[in-house]
């Protein structure tokens, strides 16, 4: 028999997941999870918007409303269920290439107009479940099997991504610090406004393998001992930055939410009429 | 201190994919891998933190409420 938490929030039906072992997306779908039981939040009142890839699955595994949608276009559908209804909490999981590759166009434009959505980006710095092809967040010089010399590309920072775009939350969080993720969560779907976190998570089969990372408890490792959390990290000096990156909340400010202002124009125009 | 047997660590054998994760950050090696599945080794050594369940992937270990 299950936990607690995952009869009540799991299709339990469903599991076990698809998931390769040691993959972090379990962990990261748990904390979400997680964060939806410590809110409270009335389960008919969430809905769960997912696009393509190994990320894109866990709605699956979700007992919420949920919407398995096309490749990149999770943030469309997801703006589309917000606004005909505003009253429910709309969660997108994504991962690094389904949010910032193939729909991020629709990542910039959702962090635009602050749209009460939170997205969860499952980043496993690649595409996992077409065999492992580099990723807009594939570190420069990291193998994938359509970059066997090493990835040429820069790559992403999904969070400074998401800030310069506008959104109002913005927070990045590891499947090792997993209740830290989860408080991130908590305060991304508190927020009114477009919520973005970034989640490190691990993919041991294919990023892991070719890369030479080792297993899944070492990848995971690796994020302990690399990610820095935002109060030590702004006291920290540029040279001992070099290889770490940075955890916690890293941006939260406050803007006019999109479905609210779409609501004022359509009650200002009915006066006017 | 809580009682010792407030919450027990509970593995579901079947979701189990053996990845090794729990056993890693258990503190008190109170979880071991054995022909491919997490095995409860020691269950006096138990101090319920619940390092296992939190990063669990497949959530397969649990602490059990009594």
Redesign the interface.
């Known amino acids: 028999?299950?936990?607690?938490?995952?009869k009540n929030y799991?299709r339990t039906q469903n599991?076990?997941?698809i998931?390769?072992?040691?993959?972090?997306?379990?962990?990261v779908t748990?904390a979400l999870v997680k964060a939806v039981d410590s809110l409270g939040l009335d389960k008919d009142k969430v809905c769960v918007v997912s696009g393509i890839g190994c990320s894109s699955r866990a709605p699956g595994y979700l007992d919420f409303n949920t919407l398995h949608t096309t490749h990149g276009r999770a943030l469309a559908f997801a703006t589309g269920v917000k606004m005909a209804n505003p009253e429910l909490k709309v969660i997108v999981i994504t991962g690094d290439g389904d949010s910032s590759a193939i729909g991020g166009n629709h990542l910039i434009h959702a962090c635009r107009r602050n749209i009460d959505i939170t997205t969860v980006v499952f980043n496993n710095n690649t595409y996992g479940m077409t065999g492992g092809q580099f990723s807009p967040t594939t570190p420069t010089g990291d193998k994938g099997t359509t970059a066997p010399y090493g990835n040429v590309d820069p790559n992403f920072d999904l969070c400074n991504l998401a800030t310069a775009a506008g959104a109002s939350y913005v927070a990045r969080g590891t499947?090792?610090a997993?209740?830290q993720l989860e408080k991130n969560i908590i305060a991304g779907i508190q927020n009114k406004g477009f919520s973005f976190i970034e989640a490190m998570s691990t993919c041991?089969t294919y990023y892991g393998r070719k890369n030479r990372k080792g297993?899944?408890?070492d990848m995971?490792?690796y994020l302990k001992e690399n990610a820095i959390n935002k109060v030590a990290w702004d006291k920290l000096p540029e040279e001992k930055k070099e290889g770490k990156f940075v955890i916690g909340e890293l941006h939260s400010i406050e803007r006019p939410e999109y479905t609210e202002q779409y609501d004022k124009l359509i009650a200002s125009l009915r006066k006017e009429g | 201190m809580p009682d010792k047997k407030e919450k027990i660590v509970t593995v579901e054998k079947e979701w189990c994919k053996g990845c090794g994760i729990c056993v890693a950050y258990c503190p008190k090696s109170v979880l071991a891998l054995q022909d491919g599945k997490v095995e409860i080794v020691d269950l006096e050594a138990c101090i319920q933190c619940g390092q296992c369940e939190l990063r669990c992937p497949d959530y397969a270990i649990y602490l059990r409420e009594e």
């Open positions: 028999m299950p936990s607690e938490l995952v799991f599991l076990p997941h998931w390769c072992p040691g993959c972090g997306n379990g962990i748990r499947v090792f997993a209740n041991p297993n899944a408890v995971t490792t």
